[in-house]
């Protein structure tokens, strides 16, 4: 059974509009996390919560909002869309500073 | 802001040959280096890590650190092709929440 849920895992979107990307851990970690990675990028941080604090942003766009309504749980809204956008999104999760365990991603298109 | 440099970008090695990744972190604070491996549309698994200088070994993987120089090495010895896949170094420091990616070395194992 996946530890670590990703939904969904295919995304098409427009350009402009607004979604939503679900992840929820069962693993009991304390930090969760997430990366972006495309073609042109390799995996690049973007934010790590812990007890559904942040503890570190470095997405420089406020398009981009992390959401952390229970602590095993860190959405990622993006809002106002673009093709630059488009990428897989992994969500991940840790115990303190141990190894980070990632979900199977979601893969965004934005056309 | 912690960088991780990884080198070569690329290798190719035969089956059965010895394949060696490096990467060396900008951060004198570095306290754990992983390394992962992705298969090409998978998401990183964590294969080993290492935060005291020296090595450690499992199976075929071999894995150095040398923390005043903050540079780690993979060996892969007796390489397989299944082992072809983008090998990425990960670092985290100071007890941070934000593990930070090399770009990764994609490893091909021909036959």
């Known amino acids: 059974d996946p530890k670590i849920i990703q939904k969904p895992k295919y995304l098409v979107a427009v350009t402009g509009s607004e979604k939503i990307l679900i992840c929820e851990q069962y693993?009991?970690?304390?930090?969760m996390y997430w990366y972006r990675q495309s073609a042109k990028k390799p995996l690049e941080f973007m934010f790590s919560?812990?007890?559904?604090?942040?503890?570190d942003n470095q997405t420089a766009s406020s398009r981009f909002q992390p959401q952390s309504s229970k602590k095993n749980h860190l959405d990622l809204q993006i809002t106002a869309l673009k093709p630059d956008d488009s990428a897989t999104y992994f969500c991940a999760s840790s115990q303190r500073i141990q190894a980070p365990l990632f979900g199977e991603g979601t893969r965004l298109s934005v056309l | 802001q912690q960088k991780v440099q990884q080198s070569p970008e690329s290798l190719i090695v035969p089956e059965g040959g010895m394949a060696s990744l490096n990467c060396t972190s900008s951060?004198?604070?570095?306290?754990y280096f992983w390394w992962y491996r992705q298969h090409s549309g998978k998401s990183p698994k964590m294969l080993m890590?290492?935060?005291?200088?020296g090595e450690k070994e499992e199976g075929r993987f071999t894995v150095h650190l040398n923390k005043a120089s903050l540079h780690t090495s993979l060996h892969i010895r007796d390489s397989q092709p299944s082992d072809s896949a983008l090998y990425l170094c990960a670092a985290t420091s100071g007890g941070n929440y934000k593990p930070t990616f090399g770009k990764g070395t994609s490893l091909v194992v021909h036959p």
């Open positions: 919560y812990s007890y559904q604090k942040l503890m």
């Open positions: 890590s290492i935060f005291s200088n």
């Open positions: 951060d004198r604070n570095v306290d």
């Open positions: 693993l009991g970690h304390n930090a």
